[in-house]
């Protein structure tokens, strides 16, 4: 292959380095209204009174809204698929307030100054409420946080909010309860997560205008625009052919963006003022009320027989989704259905639990998508179950992993296999993951530990992780690729970069297919008017499922151009040949493709051509990855240094193994923040209090010595060019692997993240009065 597989730069790279203009607010139009928005100071109250006059009398302020002033109508923000699997349960703005920092009210004025002043003459009452601030006892709790009768599901998700439940699920393969009474060793353990934040560069972000069509156009930092352009229709009941949505370059979204945060109220002042108007949020806001990872309490039981066969496994989520309920069903059913397939062998599992609502800011889409929370439990515990069997745990995990050619009854329970079956693993190099991850790390040298000093002792850890390529029969994705005169195309996607370089990858796919150069493909994406749909960027699946409908297009488009070729030389098209460059017939005679473009454009046989196709996953191959750490941990203060992260990834074949090592190394830095740096505190009134950077830490290259990433060869025979998924497989080991490095290395079992210093100290010192 001459461009799939090959270390080529970003496109727009060089662009956005030169500071060109490219995000959201670069092209806010100058006049732009500005919006911001009056927050709740309470985790849970009711609008009393609610008096505007002050602040509508003020000079330069063209428009102030509550919820007596636009539609009421229950939504979701999370840009899924439709009918969406969250529950619709927010208002664009509402009488009461469910988390510290919920929308009030808002503000429309000609300036930034004016507009915070305006806020601060809007008089609220409220009615404080019991706010339900503590997950593990919100189920029942007598404060009912959602009392609202419009509120629904789409479908069945076990929603249910007199109980404070936004979803719930069961799933069972034979009868657990029987094979634990048959196991050698059972092991039980609680784990806890945290509410990480995505802490992207650029804040949520968004403008409006009315184009010359009376149309709404709404540009948006978001991941996902045709669902916020589908969202906004129903929520604001405008017709959906009167809105426009188009995505700029993204500054890192990490699922925060998949959701609306911000459109709702731009638009209603923009179609109400016919003025243009902006939305930015401050890094405050953008921690405060957005998105969080959702907090979560797995329950781990495994069983095992004495010979080092895993037999069962017993899996109970409690998970927090906040005030709001987005994404609640979906990220609670990953944290089963990409962890629990990778010990297959099993004789029974059980996978269940509830999602609740607290007075918190909510929860939604982040990068791992509940697969983190669930490795980050199972993979401890089968360290916990190695210890107890006094058996090695990579082989522990050779012996039970799946592996190539097998499946696991999950996939199909779960949704994750092609209709009546289950997934087979046409391609899982885990068994070469494991190996040479363990040579890369020095594991036989240093496992469990190694002096390094008398106070100081260094030890390695690991964990192996599984996630997916798409939603099958869900998610799909389009691609429309166009021929221009001299030769050059234009690849349309409805795909959604947001920094991981997804443009480019999907350049590279076209232009390997129609043997041309990059610079030959000029890329134009996520524009709901004028680029093919697509589901947007989440699940992992803009690789796989839009780069399979670029695959067809360009496939499409190159016998299209030989049957125009043959036209054009007089000759049956099975008799060309085309490098990219020059169609040659079987007699010698030839056309260049600049010749052929410009007879079809100027002169003969005269047409545009265009070739579309589209992609719907009929499975979700999965990534898989073997990942090792290496630390340094002080035996008397419990601080611990971070040597080396060792990932060898099996994701098919990497169409830019200079990005895909950048998807990787981005996602163990992430899982590393939660592992151990990322502390989320809150108030005992709800108030967040880690809502900045100098509060909320997190990793940064001083903090992280070594990083080292290896690719397994492998084809994935469904994948484009033998391509899988490869952005979030990298996020998902660290918390496992770190707290199994320092169990190797001091003894301690930390079952609660992040990992900190004060936690190995406090388990030091209660191991030490024990044994006193």
């Known amino acids: ?89 927010k208002f664009v703005l509402d009488e009461y307030v469910r988390y510290v920092g919920d929308e009030v009210a808002c503000v429309a004025a000609v300036n930034e100054e004016i507009a915070l002043k305006a806020l601060n003459l809007i008089e609220v009452e409220y009615e404080v409420l019991e706010a339900v601030l503590d997950f593990e006892q919100a189920l029942n709790h007598k404060s009912i946080i959602h009392p609202e009768d419009e509120i629904h599901e789409m479908f069945p998700i076990g929603f249910d909010p007199k109980k404070n439940q936004a979803a719930s699920y069961h799933m069972h393969v034979n009868d657990v309860e029987k094979t634990l009474k048959s196991c050698d060793v059972i092991i039980k353990e609680s784990f806890y997560t945290q509410a990480q934040a995505h802490a992207m560069m650029e804040p949520h972000t968004v403008n409006a205008r009315l184009d010359y069509y009376d149309r709404l156009v709404i540009y948006s930092s978001t991941q996902t625009p045709y669902h916020v352009r589908r969202i906004l229709s129903q929520a604001l009941e405008i017709p959906i052919s009167k809105i426009r ?145 006094n058996i090695d745990p990579l082989k522990f995990r050779d012996k039970n992993m799946i592996k190539e050619g097998e499946t696991s009854p999950i996939f199909e329970i779960m949704g994750e296999g092609t209709e009546g079956t289950a997934m087979t693993m046409e391609s899982c190099k885990l068994e070469y993951c494991l190996n040479k991850g363990k040579e890369l790390i020095n594991w036989d040298n240093i496992y469990p530990n190694k002096g390094v000093s008398e106070n100081k002792v ?183 240094d971070i040597n080396h992260y060792v990932s060898v990834v099996d994701c098919g074949v990497t169409i830019n193994p200079k990005l895909a090592q950048g998807q990787v190394e981005g996602g163990i830095v992430q899982g590393l923040g939660m592992a151990t740096f990322e502390k989320v505190i809150y108030s005992k009134k709800g108030q967040l209090i880690s809502n900045d950077f100098l509060t909320y830490k997190i990793p940064t290259s001083l903090d992280i010595k070594k990083l080292t990433t290896e690719f397994a060869e492998s084809y994935e025979e469904s994948g484009p060019y033998g391509a899988k998924s490869v952005g979030e497989i990298g996020i998902d080991t660290p918390p496992a692997a770190l707290a199994n490095a320092i169990y190797n290395a001091v003894g301690v079992r930390i079952t609660a993240l992040p990992i900190t210093p004060e936690k190995i100290l406090m388990a030091l010192l209660k191991n030490k009065e024990e044994v006193q």
């Open 1 to 89: 292959m001459k461009i799939v597989n090959k270390h080529t730069p970003s496109i727009d790279g060089k662009g956005i380095m030169m500071g060109r203009k490219a995000y959201t607010d670069d092209l806010a139009e100058a006049n732009s209204l500005i919006v911001k928005v009056l927050r709740s100071p309470h985790a849970f109250a009711k609008i009393t009174t609610i008096d505007t006059t002050k602040a509508s009398s003020l000079e330069g302020v063209e428009l102030v809204l509550t919820h007596k002033d636009v539609p009421r109508k229950p939504f979701t923000r999370a840009g899924q698929g439709y009918p969406e699997p969250s529950p619709h349960d």
């Open 245 to 389: 949505v188009i995505k700029p370059r993204v500054g890192g979204g990490f699922g925060g963006k998949q959701a609306l945060h911000g459109e709702m109220l731009v638009a209603l002042v923009t179609m109400k003022t016919k003025k243009p108007s902006k939305m930015v949020y401050t890094r405050k806001e953008v921690f405060e009320s957005s998105y969080t990872r959702h907090p979560m309490r797995l329950d781990i039981t495994l069983g095992a027989s004495k010979d080092g066969t895993l037999k069962a496994i017993d899996c109970y989520i409690l998970s927090d989704t906040g005030a709001y309920g987005e994404h609640a069903l979906t990220v609670f059913m990953v944290a089963g259905s990409k962890v629990l397939p990778l010990y297959n062998k099993v004789d029974s599992v059980r996978f269940h639990g509830n999602v609740v609502y607290t007075n918190k800011t909510p929860a939604g889409a982040y990068r791992g998508y509940g697969a983190i929370q669930g490795n980050f439990a199972l993979e401890s515990a089968i360290d916990i179950l190695c210890q107890k069997l």
């Open 458 to 640: 260094k030890a390695v850890g690991m964990a192996i992780a599984m996630q997916g390529s798409g939603i099958p029969y869900i998610d799909m994705g389009a691609a429309t690729i166009k021929l221009n005169d001299d030769g050059f195309y234009n690849l349309m996607i409805g795909a959604t970069d947001i920094g991981q370089g997804s443009d480019t990858i999907l350049a590279q796919i076209a232009a390997e297919a129609l043997e041309t150069t990059m610079d030959k493909v000029i890329v134009y994406s996520s524009d709901s008017d004028l680029t093919p749909f697509d589901a947007g960027a989440y699940a992992s699946s803009t690789t796989y499922v839009s780069g399979n409908a670029v695959l067809k297009a360009a496939k499409l488009m190159k016998e299209m151009l030989i049957e125009e070729a043959s036209k054009a030389l007089k000759v049956e098209a099975s008799s060309i040949t085309f490098d990219g460059v020059t169609f040659k017939a079987l007699k010698s005679e030839s056309i260049t493709l600049s010749h052929l473009a410009n007879r079809l454009y100027y002169n003969e046989d005269q047409k545009q051509l265009t070739a579309t196709s589209s992609y719907v996953g009929h499975k979700s191959p999965p990534p898989f990855m073997a990942g090792f750490i290496e630390v340094e941990v002080d035996k008397e203060t419990g601080e611990f």
